[in-house]
């Protein structure tokens, strides 16, 4: 199957900095990538749609300006978490809308722990 | 917010089938029963998806009633890596996924 990494795969940061965790397609492109957040024994939520050459699409109560998405590449998205806070610290995946004519067509990262200390 | 309706938790023995029941009584005629499950700290995976037809793959059966308002899916010899939350979704072709609580299966040894 089509495959999606995240990078990093954890991160820890000290709280007011800047993170970024990357999410690449490694053997499709994607026009459409998705982002989500998990705190634990929770459900995922999904904050954003990212698109390829166009602002993401933030969905109710997630902070654009908090949350940024670049899109820059068929094959690349990266969500930076700004002035990161404890409260921050969770599990974020992307996942990656491939085009198909048939069949799955939208795969999952591995995901990335951030914990903000 | 999550449109389909699952148990919380489920238990399985070891070897035996697992069928996990997802009821989705306000699915739209176009939007696909999707299944996927993640096993604890890891991203989602994809298991399956139908329209109308019941499908089969290599890990998974899914049935789908004729009015469309429920399905389940069918792991036909569960072993203990199937221990995961398995998530029934219902979403538009190549839309984007929303997850609701799913469903947490126990695989017993």
């Known amino acids: 199957g089509a495959v999606v990494s995240q990078h990093p795969s954890w991160v820890i940061c000290k709280s007011g900095t800047s993170v970024k965790i990357e999410c690449r397609s490694l053997d499709f492109q994607a026009t459409t990538m998705f982002w989500y957040r998990q705190f634990p024994k929770q459900s995922l939520m999904l904050m954003a749609t990212s698109n390829e050459g166009s602002k993401a699409t933030y969905e109710q109560g997630v902070e654009k300006d908090k949350f940024l998405i670049n899109h820059a590449s068929l094959t690349l998205s990266t969500l930076t978490v700004t002035s990161a806070h404890p409260e921050d610290s969770s599990f974020y995946i992307c996942s990656a809308l491939k085009d198909r004519t048939s069949g799955n067509t939208i795969y999952f990262g591995e995901g990335s722990w951030l914990t903000v200390v | 917010d999550a449109k389909t309706t699952q148990p919380t938790s489920m238990d399985c023995a070891e070897g035996r089938a697992a069928n996990l029941p997802c009821n989705h009584s306000?699915?739209?005629?176009?939007?696909?029963v999707y299944w996927y499950r993640q096993i604890h700290s890891q991203g989602p995976q994809y298991i399956i998806h139908?329209?109308?037809n019941n499908e089969t793959n290599e890990m998974a059966s899914l049935i789908i009633t004729e009015d469309r308002k429920s399905s389940t899916l069918i792991l036909p010899h569960a072993t203990l890596r199937d221990t995961a939350v398995y998530y029934c979704?219902?979403?538009?072709?190549?839309?984007?996924?929303?997850f609701g609580k799913g469903t947490r299966l126990h695989i017993l040894p």
């Open positions: 306000t699915i739209s005629g176009n939007e696909y």
């Open positions: 139908g329209l109308k």
């Open positions: 979704i219902n979403s538009l072709r190549d839309d984007k996924i929303i």
